[in-house]
């Protein structure tokens, strides 16, 4: 969601990077910043809002540099405000970053000892902090690595310092960062579009690769030190392909996105020390949650897909009622809704028309809505008694794939949040739980390295006719929607079905032809799944099974298998939905159709 832009050169580098923080706005933020060197220091100039507000600050001024940093923001770790605003400050050491540092509070516990004074809420002002107590006399870069041998977490990040006044530092992990090469002058950004109007020629950085950009030229090297040799490529598409930062795809892209989309959205909504999830962060407070009796979830395609996730947590952690419609059919039924019930509306877009008649439906009948949803102002976002925004940004692909999984990790949280409300979730509990979430990212990364695992399983089965996707209790959703990607974009026919239900009806179409994706992490119901796959296999059909890395049972029993890294059965999800957005796209490139923009559909369904 955030955007990073620096600058070094002959230009002025303060609208140079107001110029790029424009550029970065589709990615969605609520505050702003920019620092550059000026004469023997640096200055910051930092506001709650929009870029225009910051714009004002700076042009008044009649600023000038020849290097700075930019930094969008959305509030994550602390409210929007300008004391939460990047870039950050310690001393002469000024940082702006994109990510989370999962152990800011043992790393700002230990820099309080050492007599660190901290002005924000921000995990990225630990950072700052860390950077300057290795700072000593050494370069800016020596400083930089020392303090990320500290660090765990995600990051991309733009560093300067008074000591070293003609000198950019920038480091990723786990978040995207561009060097810019232009005639004698440079760039670093969170994507192209922010200089393009200057440079074609970029180095897409690669995690835990560090730049250090100087007005002579550009150095690239690991954080051990090593230097690499980085390919220069000519960036010749359009600002709207520029966007796709170096993938072929949107859809590619916003699948690879997804680690750092769900961090964006759980970061700052609760709190590892406590072990509670803010419950005003969706607009509810604890005692009207303790006042509900039942829960409605309301959505369409994807959306409704991980309202069932939802129902399965809520009644799983918070042991509450829930019902789940599709919200086209709810309006159209006489709901037996009321004051003492909460609806909630789940919409990437929130615009979605049959969705929002459910929700105006709900209103009129005096139950409380919420919705969850990715677009700020959006009509239910601004028509609901509260809204969780996803900051999961802008999704171009039709086929959602981020926007889906920050939807199941909104209704993770808003599932602890009910449980602690209602007195069925302990305080330890929920820090066992948010600490898988807090580990979730990164799974989601290592997930995404069985890529071209997957492509070759999509060119053996590119031609099938038809497929069937089984699943079990909280993953027979994710059966649903691996179904669902691959018949939006390939256009075969795919049907997901409770694995348990197969011999009632589905195992007549199974035969040696007929690949069966299965569902099979190790949980409670692993036995049962073992069974219906030993059922598909009497029959023929190919087995593709996606399971957890501690298990060997199902690969040695199934034609072709998927790993996902170890987790807990209730985020097993989250997952185990990346390896089939990666099938469904691969077959559908294979067999020739247009991913981003697939036949008769629109990424908002505004008509009923």
Known sequence: MCGIIGYIGSRNAVSVILEGLRKLEYRGYDSAGIAFQAGSGIDVVRCKGKINDLASLVEEKHLSSAAGIGHTRWATHGKPSEENAHPHRSGGIVVVHNGIIENYLPLKKDLVKKGYTFTSDTDTEVLCHLIRDHADDRPLEDAVRAALKEVKGSYAIAVISDKDPNKIVGVRKDSPLVVGLGEGEFFVASDVPAFLNYSRDVMFLNDEEM????????????????????????????????????????????????????????????????????????????????????????????????????????????????????????????????????????????????????????????????????????????????????????????????????????????????????????????????????????????????????????????????????????????????????????????????????????????DEELPVVVLAPRDNLYEKIISNIQEVNSRGGKVIAVTTESDGEVCEISRNCIMVPDVHPYLAPVLLVVPLQLLAYHIGILRGCDVDQPRNLAKSVTVE
């Not at 980085?230 to 993938?247: C, D, F």
């Not at 395609?301 to 996730?309: E, F, K, L, R, Y």
């Open 211 to 510: 730049a250090v950009i100087t007005p002579e030229g550009v150095l690239v090297s690991t954080l051990d030190g090593t230097m690499v040799a980085k390919e220069v490529i000519s960036i010749t598409w359009s600002p709207a392909m520029a966007e796709k930062g170096g993938y072929r795809h949107f859809m590619l892209k916003e699948i690879f996105e997804q680690p750092r989309a769900v961090s964006d959205t759980m970061r700052g909504r609760f709190s590892l020390e406590t072990g509670e999830v803010n419950a005003e962060e969706f607009g509810l407070s604890r005692e009207l949650l303790r006042e509900i009796t039942k829960v409605y979830i309301v959505a369409c395609g994807t959306s409704w897909h991980a309202g069932m996730i939802g129902k399965y947590l809520f009644e799983e952690i918070a042991r509450i009622p829930v019902e789940v419609d599709i919200a086209s059919e709810f309006r159209y039924r006489r709901p037996l809704i009321g004051p003492d019930n909460l609806m909630i509306v789940i919409t990437q877009s929130g615009e979605t028309a049959d969705t929002l008649a459910a929700q105006r439906e709900a209103k009129k009948l005096g139950a409380r809505t919420l919705t969850i949803c990715n677009v700020v102002g959006s009509t239910s976002a601004r028509e609901a008694d509260a809204v969780f925004y996803t900051h999961s940004g802008p999704e171009i692909g039709v086929a959602s794939t981020k926007a889906f999984l920050t939807q199941v990790m909104s209704v993770y949280l808003l599932a602890i949040a009910l449980g602690q409300a209602r007195g069925t979730l302990s305080k330890d509990v929920s820090r066992e739980l948010l600490q898988e979430l807090v580990m979730l990212p990164g799974k989601i990364e290592k997930t995404l390295t069985a890529d071209e695992h997957i492509q070759e399983i999509a060119r053996r089965y590119f031609q099938a006719r038809g497929f069937i996707f089984l699943g079990r209790g909280i993953n027979f959703p994710i059966a649903l929607e691996g179904a669902l990607k691959l018949k939006e974009i390939s256009y075969i026919h795919a049907e997901g079905y409770p694995a348990g239900e197969m011999k009632h009806g589905p195992i007549a179409l199974i």
